[in-house]
């Protein structure tokens, strides 16, 4: 069986931690395994207005800064295919047809929907566009023919969603579209990790992240302000491991052989933690453990980016001949998907002798 994976992120911000344990670890994976056909990341800019749409710049100045997370991570455009949404047509006129084969009960239903739509003060006056968000997400999945679909946890109702209408297309037009199946982080804390206040995932429009490009200054400022436990005021009282985000982010991150480098009175995370529970352990000392941790990590892919920004113009291009090959597996796609709906008036011979012999007989 063909195995074709498909991912992607909205351009409205840079990339930050929660993307990157979330799932371009699981891309880099499953890139580097090179056990698939085709592989596909979308920079999915035409959904990032459907509540964006007042600030289309933000989107577009966006576009170049995800593509260069994308290539300073360690995504190869040699062996993945990065493509630009809005640039492929295919994808509009599929999320047409698709918007037929769901109600608005059910988009209104869908639990990430519902918490995007609150998340962003939709209550009142809610964008259509933005409504039909899983519809189009089904038009991206389909296009391409997607087996694979690495997503985060919160990710999981949009693609159940995507195989419901999947089901309804095949039962009424026959069997056409493929149906998806899922792939999660390893980790259950990388599956949505939350951002510094500990409050929510970690998210841009929440200003609770990390990126892939802070400095380490930046880093450290941000890892000292994350939630702990509360009750931990003194160094002698004994923490709370449950609920704390700085060993959520260490469960994550952190190895043994980060001891040695920057804390080397342990031997692993199991000692670190039983010590603070017990108490005589602060708060700081954890905090700069894990701060040497994540700029040992972002480092590197900072330094890249700086790099791969030198010469945009190859990026650009990479994202050219991406899309270009976007473009004819997604028109493919929806050449079969119009065929099987009878809309192929100029093609289809029997339709055409059919309607001669009703109108000349």
């Known amino acids: 069986m063909t195995k074709i994976i498909l991912t992607g992120d909205r351009p409205t911000g840079k990339l930050h931690l929660g993307h990157y344990v979330g799932s371009i670890l699981n891309r880099l994976k499953l890139q580097n395994e090179g056990n698939y056909d085709e592989m596909y990341i979308m920079i999915a800019d035409a959904q990032a207005l459907t509540d964006n749409f007042a600030n289309p710049k933000k989107v577009r100045d966006n576009v170049l800064e995800v593509a260069l997370d994308y290539l300073a991570c360690g995504i190869d455009p040699h062996k993945v295919t990065i493509f630009i949404q809005s640039e492929v047509s295919a994808l509009t006129e599929l999320t047409f047809y698709y918007m037929n084969l769901v109600t608005l009960s059910r988009l209104m239903r869908n639990p990430t929907v519902k918490t995007e739509i609150k998340l962003r ?9 933005f409504l ?3 519809v189009s997400q089904t038009a991206d ?7 694979i679909v690495p997503v985060g946890e919160d990710q999981l109702p949009m693609l159940e969603q995507a195989k419901e209408i999947v089901h309804s297309f095949n039962r009424i037009y026959g069997d056409v579209l493929v149906e998806p199946k899922e792939v999660l982080p390893d980790s259950k804390n990388a599956r949505r990790l939350p951002g510094i206040d500990g409050k929510a995932k970690m998210s841009k429009s929440l200003g609770n992240a990390i990126y892939l490009d802070d400095s380490d200054e930046e880093i450290k400022k941000k890892v000292m302000q994350m939630y702990t436990d509360p009750n931990h005021i ?3 009282d004994p923490g709370k491991i449950e609920g704390n985000v700085v060993f959520t982010y260490l469960d994550v991150f952190c190895k043994d052989e980060h001891f040695e480098k920057y804390l080397s009175d342990y031997h692993n ?3 670190l933690k039983e010590h603070y529970q017990k108490g005589g352990l602060g708060d700081v000392t954890i905090k700069r453990f894990l701060c040497s941790i994540l700029c040992e990590l ?7 980016k700086k790099e791969l920004a030198k010469d945009l113009d190859n990026v650009l291009e990479i994202l050219k001949e ?9 028109n493919n796609t ?9 809309l192929d008036y100029f093609t289809n011979s029997e339709f055409i002798e059919e309607m001669k012999n009703k109108y000349n007989n």
């Open 132 to 134: 039909n968000y899983p």
């Open 298 to 304: 972002i480092g590197p892919i900072r330094d890249r």
């Open 334 to 342: 929806l050449k079969k998907v119009k065929e099987h709906m009878g």
């Open 121 to 129: 003060g939709f209550e009142e006056s809610i964008p259509s566009g």
């Open 234 to 236: 003194k160094v002698t």
């Open 141 to 147: 999945i389909t296009a391409f023919e997607t087996t």
């Open 269 to 271: 995370l199991q000692e």
């Open 322 to 330: 991406g899309t270009d090959k976007a473009n004819k597996r997604a």
